[in-house]
């Protein structure tokens, strides 16, 4: 059995910085995509960022790009999401999220397409 584990979140004022961690036990898939989801109140979880475990690839929400930065260490399994630049639209829970992808395959975007999850991690950003 896989298990996710985020840390990492917290209380931020706009503008500032959060590294998120998720560390990944158990049995995994050598080739997955792991990624980072997001959800406040009331919203469908989104993704935020994903990368792809051989290939390196990466995606970004439009919402987040040029603010995180989505990185993964192979050898500690575990991924990584810095955040900086925050704003208030960001305060949500963080969920990590891994799927299995055949070799040559794209991650998916969707949240409904992942189906080992951590438990979640919350960032909230205010003054």
């Known amino acids: 059995e896989v298990q996710l584990v985020e840390s990492g979140g917290g209380l931020v004022q706009p503008g500032g910085s959060l590294r998120l961690s998720c560390s990944a036990s158990g049995y995994i898939y050598s080739n997955k995509c792991m990624g980072w989801f997001r959800q406040a109140p009331g919203k469908e979880r989104e993704g935020v960022a994903i990368i792809y475990s051989r290939g390196g690839n990466t995606y970004y929400a439009d919402s987040v790009k040029g603010r995180f930065t989505i990185a993964l260490d192979n050898a500690k399994n575990t991924v990584y999401l810095q955040m900086n630049s925050l704003k208030l639209e960001d305060t949500a829970a963080y969920y990590c999220?891994?799927?299995?992808?055949?070799?040559?395959?794209?991650?998916?975007?969707?949240?409904?397409?992942?189906?080992?999850w951590g438990q979640g991690t919350q960032v909230t950003v205010s003054s």
């Open positions: 999220a891994a799927e299995h992808i055949p070799l040559g395959g794209n991650c998916p975007t969707e949240y409904y397409e992942y189906h080992v």
